[in-house]
Structures are given as C-alpha cells and as structure tokens.
C-alpha cells in the first residue's frame, strides 16, 4: 500500500513539474518578427517571444526561434556569434562564457527551426534544433547572449526593431 502512495505521489509530482513547465512556455507572448538577410539574401524568418512585450527583454524569459528557407554551415553560425558577442559585449572573459552555447550550432537545412530560450527565473540559456535539445547554459549573465540580435550593435538594426516594435 505505502509502496503505491509513493508512485502515485511521484506521478502527480511528475505531473505537476511538466505542466509548470509547460504552462511557463505558453505565457510567452510573440511580440514581433523580421526576414533574416545575409547581404540582400534572405535566409529565414526570425520570431522573438516574451512574458511582457511592453517590457524590457533583460529583465524577464524570452524566447527567439529561427525558421530558415536556405542551408547554412554550422560554421557561419559560430563565426557570427563570436563576431556579434565581441561587438556587444566588451568584457572578453564575459564573452567566453559563451562559447559552449556556440559550439552547439549544427548545421541547418531549409525548412529547420533553431530555438534560444532565456528563463529568468533559473538564469538557464537552452538552445534546440528542430524541437531537439543541444545544450543549456545556466549562469547569471546567460541573457546577454540575446545581445547578438537585441544588442546596441546587433546583428542587424532593422531585424532588432522588427522583432522589438
């Protein structure tokens, strides 16, 4: 009898744990999107999701997903990182703290979704492929990775206010 309690209380706990989480995911808001261009191509769609949109996106989770129409080298990805953090984020031991979420970068196809999530709650950067989890990072300046596109010098300037306005 003690022994089914306990799976039982183990369940509900299982239960209650995925729907926290599930239920943390789905008050994300999207608040905006843009084209993602490489020169004059351009190479995907980029979405950018928060808790509050009217809110400044340092202070609370949120959430990017990249959706692409172009293959792209695992290599590109990892250059453009290092390249956007080192223009956003001055401090270079800062910067190193991020190498391990870049060396996640996988190569994609057209058709892939890569997703980058901020909870600020655990302080946790998780980078996915396709639904598919590559790695996390937790550390308290773990949201200054998003500097690469919401940065003062992003990636691209258009991009930003797209996803931002």
């Known amino acids: 009898m003690a022994t089914a309690f306990q799976k039982i209380a183990i369940g509900m706990t299982l239960l209650l744990g995925s729907f926290s989480s599930w239920a943390q995911a789905q008050s994300l ?23 509050n949109c009217n809110q400044p996106w340092k202070e609370q989770t949120i959430q990017m997903d990249f959706s692409y129409t ?12 290092i390249h956007l953090l080192k223009r956003n984020v001055k401090d270079p031991n800062i910067q190193a703290i991020f190498n391990p ?13 890569y997703r ?8 946790t950067l998780s980078l996915s492929l396709n639904r598919k989890n ?16 919401l940065g003062p010098q992003p990636f691209s300037a258009k991009l930003k206010q797209q996803l931002l306005n």
Not at 29 to 50: D, E, I
Not at 135 to 147: S, T, V
């Open 116 to 123: 980058l999530k901020y909870s600020h709650a655990t302080q």
């Open 134 to 149: 590559l790695g996390q990072l937790q550390h308290p300046l773990a949201q200054q990775y998003f500097n690469i596109w």
């Open 29 to 51: 808001n999207q608040c905006g999107n843009g084209l993602l261009m490489v020169g004059q191509k351009q190479v995907g769609m980029a979405s950018y999701f928060a808790q």
């Open 70 to 81: 172009q293959n792209i080298p695992e290599w590109a990805f990892k250059r453009a990182a």
């Open 101 to 113: 979420i870049s060396d996640l970068y996988r190569p994609v196809r057209s058709g892939d979704l």
